[in-house]
């Protein structure tokens, strides 16, 4: 089955009682047992639900994985995720990973001696350079926020078999349509599903895939203990968005194209940081390993004046954190999603005053360049 059929058709579909087509939301929390410890597949719903178990099944097969699983939020598959290691263990990480992820290593698996050191991926010499003889766990974002930074997978892929290391990927920004690291040698990939995966800005969720008997076991046996798990409405709402993934993604970059054509000729945009533009230090690196770019852009305006300026001015462009949705959503990283960053930190990252993030929607490309035009004008 190709990708786009697996989003239709991929995992459980419908209901062999009723042949309701869609999977039916399964709102229980216990199951009835034939006899003690005689049931029919599901117990309790922390430790497994029909409408979920649908849900985990399309993940695996989008990931091309053998096992996935749904959480409440992105955080808690991450967390959940980490739970794999134990104190005194040491993770490589992305320098520039969502700053949830950042906060959750060094305010909290800190405090129980999980240890961290993060790094410019982009640079795998780097990576190799950092590695310790503690060190178990290699976690990367590409591309990553706001810079569209692009990390080599194959090129982790050798290091992580190397030294022996557990390969994370968190795959949010590309999703399984562009961009599926199993196949590059992953051992897991996860999901803020929140944010493309939903696509509709009406979820919180978080997605996990393996593609191994003995990783998917573990993670099973930390999901049902730590208890982080998606609901069932929840879990159904992600299958119905998914079944657009496709076509939403496609929507998107080939929106997200033409605004950046549109952008990279405008005098008063300094720079532009997409990964499909041959300029972008991560394009080719970017073409081999994903079939598209994704809809995310950022680019500089040179101030932060003109910058809220134009975030005051847009009208298409919803200002809001998080991203991936039908709407095309607009920030400011300095002063939103990356406040919380010391400023020099934010400097050496590259992440300046007048720099403006777009996660472009759906809508018709032709209003949202207007729309921009009328923003960036005096
Ligand atoms: C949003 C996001 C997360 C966290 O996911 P939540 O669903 O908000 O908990 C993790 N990684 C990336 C790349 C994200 O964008």
Same mark, same amino acid.
């Given at each position: 089955m190709r990708s786009k059929t697996k989003m239709v058709h991929g995992g459980i579909t419908g209901?062999?009682?009723?042949?309701?087509?869609s999977v039916p939301?399964?709102?229980?929390s216990t199951y009835k047992q034939?006899?003690?410890?005689?049931?029919?597949?599901?117990?309790y719903s922390r430790t497994g639900n029909p409408t979920r178990h649908a849900l985990e099944t399309v993940i695996a097969s989008l990931e091309n994985g053998t096992h996935g699983f749904a959480f409440g939020s992105g955080m808690a598959a991450i967390t959940t995720v980490m739970m794999l290691l134990k104190s005194g263990d040491h993770v490589v990480m992305t320098?520039?990973?969502y700053g949830g992820s950042f906060r959750l290593m060094t305010k909290v698996l800190e405090r129980f001696d999980l240890q961290n050191t993060f790094v410019d991926t982009s640079n795998p010499e780097k990576v190799e350079e950092v590695i310790q003889e503690n060190t178990k766990a290699l976690y990367i974002e590409t591309?990553?926020?706001?810079? =569209?930074k692009i990390t080599d997978l194959r090129k982790m892929t050798e290091i992580a078999k190397k030294h022996n290391l557990l390969l994370i990927v968190d795959n949010t920004f590309a999703t399984p349509y562009w961009q599926q690291p199993l196949d590059l040698g992953a051992d897991i990939v996860l999901h803020s599903a929140t944010k493309y995966i939903g696509g509709h800005s009406d979820v919180v969720s978080g997605l996990v895939a393996v593609k191994s008997d003995e990783l998917a076991e573990k993670i099973h046996f930390l999901q049902n203990s730590v208890g982080a798990v998606l609901g069932p409405q929840d879990s159904w709402l992600l299958m119905r968005g998914i079944k657009t993934l496709a076509l939403r993604m496609e929507a998107i970059e080939m929106n997200t194209r033409k605004l950046v054509s549109y952008l990279v000729e405008?005098?008063?945009?300094?720079s532009v940081f997409y990964p499909? =533009?041959?300029?972008?230090?991560?394009y080719e690196i970017a073409k081999g390993q994903s079939t598209g770019f994704g809809g995310m852009i950022s680019f500089d305006v040179g101030s932060g004046e003109l910058a809220e300026e134009v975030l005051k001015k847009?009208?298409?462009?919803?200002?809001?954190?998080s991203l991936g949705a039908v709407e095309s959503l607009i920030s400011l990283p300095a002063k939103m999603?990356?406040?919380?960053?010391?400023a020099d930190r934010r400097r050496e990252l590259g992440i300046t005053e007048g720099l403006i993030r777009v996660s472009v929607g759906i809508e018709d490309v032709q209003d949202l360049i207007e729309d921009l035009e009328q923003a960036l004008c005096d």
């Open positions: 209901d062999e009682q009723t042949g309701a087509v939301i399964y709102q229980v034939d006899g003690v410890g005689n049931f029919r597949g599901y117990e320098d520039d990973v591309p990553t926020n706001p810079l =569209l405008h005098d008063k945009v300094k499909g =533009l041959e300029s972008h230090s991560g847009v009208n298409y462009f919803t200002l809001a954190e999603t990356h406040a919380s960053i010391p």
